[in-house]
């Protein structure tokens, strides 16, 4: 039998996985911050209760994957 997992990450949770501080978390989905990013997925929040939200984990990986730059460098000098 298959299931499907849903993770439903709570803002601490969200900006860990995101590798940022819940302040940056909350600059990138605010228009009024210079560090909004329009490309960040608001279709990924989940309202859990009157409040309470929480964001897909999925939405999140997508979203960081696409911010994606290339292969990273090695470090090594030879190359």
């Known amino acids: 039998m298959n299931r499907l997992v849903v993770m439903a990450l ?11 501080s819940r302040a940056t978390f909350y600059d990138i989905q605010n228009p009024k911050s210079p560090r909004f990013d ?3 997925p608001t ?9 309470s939200v929480a964001w ?3 939405d999140l ?14 470090g090594r000098a030879d190359q």
């Open 61 to 74: 990986q997508a979203w960081l994957e696409s911010r994606r730059v290339g292969a990273q460098p090695t």
């Open 38 to 40: 329009p490309t960040f």
């Open 10 to 20: 709570k803002c601490p949770e969200a900006a860990k996985f995101l590798a940022m």
């Open 43 to 51: 279709t990924a929040k989940v309202r859990l209760g009157a409040r």
């Open 56 to 58: 897909l984990a999925s």
